[in-house]
């Protein structure tokens, strides 16, 4: 099957205006006649959701948690990007539009990163709109700070609550959708099956986590906005309950999957501290901006920070990149701090940390204005470490956070499943091999507020004829009794350990093996591991409650039997990509200044994997040409 990306034609500026205007309209008489299921109420679910029940189509939403404000899109803190220019630095539409295709390495469709830039600066007017509470400079304008990988000031904050503010905005206008009665909320409910009918999405198989009833939901088009599945690594930043079955499910019935490893593992996150930990935090790239990240230039040093003098201290970001200091871009930022922890001059007990210091920011701006821009980031940090940042510098370390990889979708967000879309950071088109900081919560409102509303018209003007959906089809029917089947053989497999074994052992297989950096050795060793903890799950897992009640070591099962499955294509996805770049990093490959050396010439495209049964993955390629941007070897020196 050959990728269509469906790009339109003309200038690049252009194209997404045109396209705009010309694209097929459904009439206001016949919106009402169409069903949209959306999976997902984060920033990406909860805006498209409101904005196609505004648009007068029927809508039903889901949501795993008790309510759409649990999102894991409410844990993003540092802000959102938008090319607005307000502090006359020389930003652009362009020059977000070229930060992101650099940062990302080169590997992300240049058309859709252009639309992204294009319509951030519509996504702060509509949050603007909504009273998002913004930082606001003395003379009223928005306040902006800076991210990784760029040199202006574009990243529009809320304190350090950003992501949170964002998901009142969106869910607030979810809500009001709901109070109107245009869309149907399903909250406690778990997507555990697509039903594809004539090749079309048309609807879905969910379970009420509360009753565990199976209930079969048909409608004209099904939306995905299921975030990440960075928990495949077990710890990771991201929300326990985040998880990859939706998309998974949708790659099992023809969805094609893009880019599998690309992994982004955020550089300032807490450290690891214990053997039992499940969960990791992140503290906001943001801090970057005034903190200084350093280490002892003494291997081996115990030392506290206070003791180590200001000329034994190695500021190394400052050092190594004069040009972004210590806003290097998160990819650099991570495999620095791991290249200087490798070389025993990690910090704290573990060797596995560095210092974030702001030492010399209250010095400079005083602690009031410090507080004021980071002060519930400080706060969280010691009530979480017991030390107080104001006196001495944290201690961070790398973590998974972000998924680059996704469902492979077209120009118009549609999968290579007709009818069924994949938004936010559920799909793959971006970022490329590394996303730059303050772009995801950029991303997902992009996609549901001002992209999908228009592009989901194309293919719904072709279902106004269709009728409603009969859920008593034979493809509903088969789609549940294969979903019943199999929590039962989870229920009746008679195992002796419990799932979070396996997912913490696939986690440690994943994070040592597939993780900040492989080698082809580490991944054949992974392949192998995999195999036998998919093995040994089947056999031995244990999953205790019944089908009909509420049962989250049941729903934890499906999950963890999922992420097995995902692991083995990461593993085969890094495998073939003989190169280096953004997240993606190949030991094998790298420059003599040990910086990420892709190979253009045989890898300059997304590698979509189509699943071929038993396991097996067929791999397409979609070439990325860049028309505009000449790729070069990424240099923040």
Not at 192 to 202: F, M, Q, R
Not at 516 to 545: D, T
Request: aromatic residues 10%; charged residues 25%; contains cysteine.
């Amino acid at each position: 099957m050959a990728l269509q990306s469906k790009v339109p034609p003309g200038a690049l500026d252009q194209k997404w205006t045109q396209y705009r205007s010309t694209i097929k309209l459904v009439s206001p008489a016949n919106k009402r006649k169409l069903e949209v299921i959306v999976i997902g109420t984060g920033l990406a679910g909860a805006s498209a959701a409101a904005s196609l029940a505004e648009l007068g189509y029927k809508v039903k939403a889901f949501c795993f948690q008790d309510s759409p404000r649990r999102a894991h899109s409410i844990a993003a803190q540092g802000g959102i990007n938008a090319a607005k220019n307000y502090r006359n630095d020389g930003d652009s539409i362009y020059r977000l539009f070229y930060d992101t295709i650099k940062g990302g390495d080169y590997r992300s469709r240049e058309e859709n990163v252009y639309r992204l830039a294009e319509v951030s600066v519509n996504i702060i007017d509509q949050c603007v709109a909504q009273g998002v509470p913004f930082a606001r400079e003395y003379g009223g304008l928005l306040d902006n700070r800076s991210f990784g990988g760029v040199q202006v000031s574009r990243t529009f904050y809320a304190r350090g609550q950003t992501g949170q503010q964002l998901l009142i905005g969106a869910y607030q206008a979810l809500e009001r959708q709901i109070g109107l009665g245009n869309i149907k909320m399903y909250s406690r409910h778990e997507m555990l099956d697509v039903v594809i009918s004539d090749g079309n999405a048309n609807g879905i198989i969910a379970r009420d986590l509360i009753t565990g009833e199976i209930q079969r939901h048909g409608a004209h088009a099904v939306v995905l906005a299921t975030g990440g599945y960075g928990n495949v690594f077990f710890l990771s930043t991201n929300a326990m309950g985040c998880n990859v079955t939706a998309i998974w499910k949708a790659y099992k019935k023809g969805a094609f999957f893009g880019n599998p490893c690309f992994t982004q593992i955020h550089p300032t996150c807490l450290p690891v501290h214990g053997e039992y930990q499940s969960k990791l935090t992140l503290m906001s790239e943001s801090l970057r901006n005034d903190g200084r990240v350093w280490v002892s230039k003494t291997k081996g040093d115990k030392r506290k920070a206070s003791e180590i003098p200001e000329g034994e201290r190695d500021y190394y970001l400052e050092r190594k990149y004069p040009s972004f200091g210590n806003l290097v871009p998160r990819d650099i930022a991570s495999r620095a701090a791991k290249e200087v922890c490798d070389e025993g001059r990690g910090a704290g007990p573990t060797g596995l940390a560095v210092y974030l210091d702001f030492e010399d920011a209250i010095k400079r701006l005083g602690q009031n204005v410090v507080s004021a821009r980071y002060g519930n980031l400080f706060e969280m940090y010691e009530k979480i470490t017991g030390d107080d940042p104001y006196k001495t510098p944290m201690m961070i370390y790398p973590a998974v956070h972000y998924t680059m990889g996704g469902l492979w979708v077209d120009y118009n967000l549609m999968t290579t499943v007709p009818g069924l879309y994949a938004i936010g950071e559920c799909n793959f088109s971006d970022h490329g091999a590394n996303r730059l900081g303050a772009s995801a919560l950029m991303q997902g409102l992009a996609d549901g507020y001002f992209v999908l509303p228009y592009t989901i018209g194309e293919y719904l003007s072709g279902e106004i004829l269709s009728g409603n959906v009969n859920t008593n089809s034979m493809e509903f029917i088969e789609a549940e009794e294969n979903v019943r089947s199999r929590i039962k053989k989870l229920l009746n497999n008679k195992g002796g350990k419990t799932v979070d074994y396996f997912h913490r052992m696939l986690g440690k297989v994943m994070w040592d093996d597939c993780g900040m950096a492989r080698s082809r050795e580490s991944l054949l060793r992974a392949e192998g591991e995999v195999k036998k903890i998919e093995q040994e799950f089947w056999e031995n897992v244990k999953v205790p409650g019944k089908e009909n009640e509420f049962n989250q070591e049941l729903e934890k099962a499906g999950r963890v039997a999922d992420f097995i499955e995902l692991g083995a294509l990461m593993i085969q996805d890094a495998l073939h990509r003989e190169e280096s770049c953004g997240g993606h990093f190949r030991l094998e490959y790298q420059t003599p200044e040990g910086e990420a050396l892709r190979n253009d010439d045989q890898f300059m495209y997304v590698a979509a994997w189509e699943y071929a049964g038993n396991g097996n993955a067929q791999m397409h390629k979609e070439e990325l040409n860049y028309e505009t941007v000449h790729p070069t070897q990424r240099s923040y020196k």
